[in-house]
């Protein structure tokens, strides 16, 4: 009798288990969807303020420097979001916001003696 209860209570220990993993990975499921449906509204921002010439060059951006771009997406929708946004972001716009981003580049004066 003594094996068959450890058998019983291994498969309620086993089964326990499955039912805990199964409740964690409904979560992380649960996550990924609603970060995709995020990137889904953050895209449609983007596209509905940018003009294709703006939107280009910010693409271009974020494949050299994905930090900085991500940054400067975040800034857009946060213009538009606020309502300072006039119409649609051209590339001249995007142009002025990305050196207005840009950290300042150090510069290094060597002087000769």
Do not use: C, Y
Request: without cysteine; aromatic residues 2%; glycine residues 6%.
């Amino acid at each position: 009798m003594s094996n068959e209860e450890d058998i019983e209570e291994l498969r309620k220990q086993k089964l326990q288990e499955l039912q805990d993993q199964a409740e964690g990975g409904e979560a992380e499921e649960a996550a990924q969807a609603r970060q995709e449906s995020a990137e889904a509204q953050k895209k449609a921002l983007l596209r509905q303020h940018l003009t294709d010439g703006a939107r280009k060059r910010l693409n271009t951006v974020k494949m050299s420097k994905p930090q900085f771009g991500e940054q400067v997406e975040q800034q857009v929708i946060a213009l538009a979001r606020s309502g300072r946004v006039q119409g649609r972001i051209d590339e001249d716009q995007m142009k002025e916001l990305l050196s207005e981003l840009k950290p300042d580049s150090k510069s290094f004066d060597v002087k000769r003696r």
